[in-house]
């Protein structure tokens, strides 16, 4: 990686907002620890237009800033990128009502890392995509299938209760 004094200020930018703001760079498991800060953001943002609308800034900023980071950092789909991670972590808790089981959280947690590293077709092909699509477009599949998954969940507890 270039020195951070040598590159330009969209280069900063793009690296900050990417690693979300340092997360990136914690030594282990990092897309992990972007998730935690995902579901963070889902437990403080109760209102659903006001988390959808989180949630779509945030999908769209990764598209944005990714491509850019991964020339920075010099590396196909840099671990430290992790604005990915956190955008999947947040598609899975769309359309959540306000009252829910507890436990949807943990389980939406689980549900999107283990989706997000088996890759499930089409993640597995949008993954080898250059630029942004490769590195953001996996995690929107893993993020779509945990959400389809969870409120499948959910409707079937609703009919069954």
Same mark, same amino acid.
């Given at each position: 990686m270039a020195k951070l004094k040598n590159l330009t200020l969209l280069d900063k930018v793009s690296v900050a907002v990417t690693t979300l703001f340092g997360v990136g760079y914690t030594p282990l498991c990092p897309g992990t620890a972007a998730c935690v800060v995902g579901v963070g953001v889902f437990l403080l943002v109760r209102n659903q237009i006001a988390f959808t609308? !989180?949630? !779509? $800034?945030?999908? $769209?900023?990764?598209? $944005?800033?990714s491509s850019r980071a991964e020339k920075v950092?010099?590396? #196909?789909?840099? #671990?430290k990128i992790v604005i990915d991670d956190f955008s999947g972590q947040l598609i899975t808790f769309l359309f959540f009502p306000k009252e829910f089981d507890i436990l949807f959280i943990p389980a939406g947690f689980f549900l999107f890392r283990m989706l997000d590293m088996l890759k499930i077709p089409p993640a597995d092909k949008i993954e080898t995509y250059h630029g942004a699509k490769g590195i953001v477009g996996d995690d929107i599949v893993a993020g779509l299938y945990s959400l389809a998954i969870l409120q499948l969940v959910r409707l079937l507890l609703n009919i069954i209760s």
């Open positions: 609308v !989180v949630t !779509v $800034i945030s999908v $769209i900023i990764s598209f $944005i800033f950092f010099g590396e #196909k789909d840099c #671990k």
